[in-house]
């Protein structure tokens, strides 16, 4: 315990066994996060999550887990809510800034990349924290496309994935149940029984479903 | 507690359980100012809250709980006093600016994210603590919306919703007597009394009740 | 004892109980200045003060507790003698360049808001330390207003008010003896009473009355 | 152990003999990542690596170890994904400046050489941590070059070597079978082979030849 | 001694007494400085000090303990020989701007007020310490004034005082001998005498008299 | 040991004895390094070092001890490498400007001057670390110079001198063997010779003669 | 120890008993260095130097311990020699400006004042250490000068002084044989011994004699 608060304070340094520990308690950040699930079909990919609004008087609709970044676009995110929204804001800016540059819409894994870098570089530059948000990008442009960003700034590309608190169990369900050639239905379908594996069987359920022709919520 | 100190110091850092102690300790002076409520009818929302003087020889009138932020936007605040006035400063410079900027008034969400965007940058950034005060924002342009913004920076949106000393149980008040479709003098009605449940029976109360008409302060 | 140093030292952070040390330890530096007590009359507001010469050779007159800012603005200052000096000479500048860009004279209350924000950035901003002084500021333009700014940049408007050594001792004087309606020889002989009250019966006096007429500096 | 730590904090200092902890605690992350292996031949150079998945359900492909540079350079990376990924942009951007600057594509040693220095950087001033990843540069332009980057900023070139996580097994292995006068299909055999030594025979692999006429990469 | 360590790092901050310790750490170095007498006579102040050569081989006249600043302006100067220096030099070119300004020579007292506004921003900006000095600020403009500035960046106003080592006794002297109404030679002959009761009788004295017809240095 | 740390954290300061120890740490990295040796001759300067290449497959050309920095320049380093090429960088930047400016050579020692500014530049300014790394500049305008430039920015001229691991042996020697008015080729034999004290007999070698008709590298 | 320990690091900042422990360090870091003795005459300051070569290799001319800054001004220097090497460049500089400004020569006086302003800042401004040197400064223009600069910043003006390992000695046997009237052959003959009362009779000898013609160095 002693060794690790020494690697705790002021900057995102080394420990001696190569670990960046701040990075790894943004991690627990989105470990304690409402969880989010992305899984990618053959036309489409669907996010799927289960935001905790905590009090029966909150508007479920404004504790935002999924969001619109662009037609054909959407960002899922697990942790820390105002440096999740802060980086939507950077997501939306960025999309439409490439949109308006090349004439075409921006691609899924070149958004993540994009915030990837900026997510990297609050681990590297003193005086400040690393970001306690993961994201899941979904986009399709040529093909459906799914690609995590976590707070140390790498990115991986999945058929499947799940963020969060039991993201676990909700990968150990994906493992078992995913198969190629999902129809979007069937992703939806699947994304859902994910988070209940997740988050349990009682809980409000948020869907965006990602195609060629734009993102569509689902009802709650 | 050898292990708390830790993350206190110079900077807002993750803990190793992806907690930001000064995100919390910033919550704790929340929960110690006087007590404010907010309650959302059909046509209005209703502010009230319970200023403290602290002596009789206090002029009550400037002890600021409720604040006109513009026609039909009024901000509640809970905690450290001197952030809270900067804190609407803020709000007040940037309800204008997109007034003019847009020439429509700006909704109560906007001015909420706008304020949570700048409270977020206060737990990120190194040299600067957060700030001590959470908010609520209560606005009526084509509809009534009621939002907190925390001392994280998080934004949610309540039917009704309690901030400060006694909340909990203010909060434990409204989610019992809370029905929809609250006139204004209604939800004014039950604003006072969540007020009571969190401050007792005397106390001098200052209430403002926001409409598509204006914000209408009530006396105390 | 050991928790508490955790929360002093470099920049002004919170403490687990939400609590601003910094600040607290500056209000301490308050509490030992020499007394300063403001009363508000009908039409006038009078501010008294008991300068401290410490040795016989000292020229009284030098020890300034009480400070013209305009015509008819006044501002009584307890603790640190040098960062009183340093608000006081912001207070007349801020009343000079109000005065010139609004071509009416600043009331009391804007002023008291004015230093109160830049007292309160010393507390959120790292790099410096709050300021060791508390502020009584008098005015008289519609009506007779005092306002007491103290270390936080929290501000209250007072019908009467102590700060600096003995001001407890002081404040209950004023709540048990003060009334409505005072004249302005009514509020000084209150104000001298009171300052009795927290300096004993052996000290110079000092005073300023304030009403639309202008700011008169008593004899000591 | 205590001693250790007195060098590991806010800045990178040497220690009493002469060493740099946090440069070589990036070492150390370096060490943990799937490993890479390069074989310089006679017209090619040949990186070989095997991609850590950790899921089936994450798209091998998006794991990228080999990055193309420019039609003839290459580079393969080890240790902390997004630092690399931030290396192998700054990588191509140099190469491509070069080009537009040189109008001729930039040798391999000068391409490692501008990459060390920004690494060095990062091992000198204040502020900022050591890049937690090392490199291996493949190009051909006259003749092929084998260059590794790391942690420190130093560069060494290499007839074969390998980086990561058993890269000791590998590099003996290397020593062991590599000789002189490799043609490219034989440079690729040595590396797929020494990649078998540090990282088992179960793992994906990816290669690239890197020669005169451009960058190919094998597939998986 | 623990306790007092933990607020004598780094910045200028308040102890939980209110204290500033590295001011009063400041107020030591005067304390252990070569004395400074200065008596105000009706036509005349006078400034008496006891230059420490420490070595028969200084140049006495070379240990400025006296400074003419304008005419009408000296200053004497106790504590950290080379902050001293500094100060009289802005003392000198603050005094001349004004002349400029203002076509009239600078009363002592705004020389004093504008030197301590410097001394006081030394002790609220982090990143510097105070100045290790006090001064005597003598000036005959209308009427002659002597005021000091300490390491505060408090300034009073005196008849007579004393700083440096010994001082205490100088004052008790000063405060049994003074008297109103002092001719220049009667202030010097005080001066002197207040000079010795600090230094005893064996040192070699420098004294400046400043009247309205300008600074005159005594022989040695 | 203790107070050893107290002295090598953040900057680099003064310990009580008057040492700077984070320079003296920096002396150990350059004692660690592979070792280099310079002899002045009548008419030359020759430089001689063993590279440590570590591994056989590594390009020993690689490993670069002694550079090339203008026609008549040369400089040989030891201790941590990348710093070493930064300086050699600097080195021949300095060495190209100088020469378009004054349209003739720069000398051996002015180059020294300016490359030990900029290294005590790293020793006395806050929030960077010194240079690991000490250089022997050696040149021939009108008479052969050869300078050495230590961590702490002093330079010394030289007749003879080694640096790095083994450099006492090889100092020794070159005390011994040493006698005015050696050829370039004597130069060169008691180069290696010294070497060889220093790294024993099986080691490769590098060497670079400096004339005034330029700089000759010799072969390994 | 433990108490000093406190004051040692990061900036330089008052001890409890006013002093500035770093500046005391940087003494103790000129006292180690080799001696440098200064005698004034009639009409010629003279400076004697006694170089530490430290090996028979190293040229003693480099050894730079006398420094010609003008025309009519040399510096002698003891302590950190990079240090030294630094405040001469300023010397220089700050010599011939202040030539081509006023169109004569600077004063030795003058240029002392302006070097310790330079060292008195690295003593109060953070981030930096103060100059491990102190300098003797010898000039003659209407009469010849010679000035002390130390660490702190403070400067004094002496008939003859010493500094430097051994400085106590010298500087008793200057106080013992020092009289008025010296012939510039007396002032040299006088600093020569001294300087042997430092360094012993065997060690090499630097002089040189300033007067209005110029300055002469002597022969080693």
């Given at each position: 315990m002693e060794n690790q608060q020494a690697y705790d304070r002021g900057t995102t340094i080394f420990s001696p066994d190569g670990r960046l520990y701040q990075v790894e308690y943004a991690r627990e950040a989105v470990g304690q996060g409402a969880p989010v699930v992305g899984v990618r079909g053959d036309d489409a990919v669907v996010l799927a999550a289960a935001p905790d609004a905590g009090s029966p008087l909150v508007e479920t609709d404004s504790i935002e887990k999924l969001h619109r970044?662009?037609?054909?676009?959407?960002?899922g995110t697990a942790g820390h809510a105002a440096d999740a929204r802060r980086l939507v804001d950077i997501a939306r800016q960025t999309a439409q800034e490439e949109r308006v540059r090349y004439e075409e819409p921006m691609p899924a894994d070149a958004l993540a990349t994009a915030l990837a870098d900026h997510v990297q570089e609050r681990t590297q530059t003193g005086g400040a924290r690393p970001y306690g948000t993961a994201l899941?990008?979904?986009?399709?442009?040529?093909?459906?496309?799914?690609?995590?960003v976590d707070p140390s700034g790498a990115t991986r590309e999945w058929r499947a994935s799940a963020l969060g608190d039991g993201a676990p169990d909700a990968q150990d369900y994906l493992e078992d149940a995913y198969r190629a050639g999902l129809s979007a239905a069937d992703a939806e379908a699947l994304a859902r029984d994910a988070l209940d594996a997740a988050a349990g069987d009682d809980h409000p359920t948020e869907t965006v479903t990602v195609t060629a022709s734009g993102a569509a919520f689902g009802e709650r």
């Open positions: 970044v662009d037609d054909h676009l959407a960002v899941l990008v979904a986009g399709t442009t040529e093909y459906p496309t799914l690609v995590e």
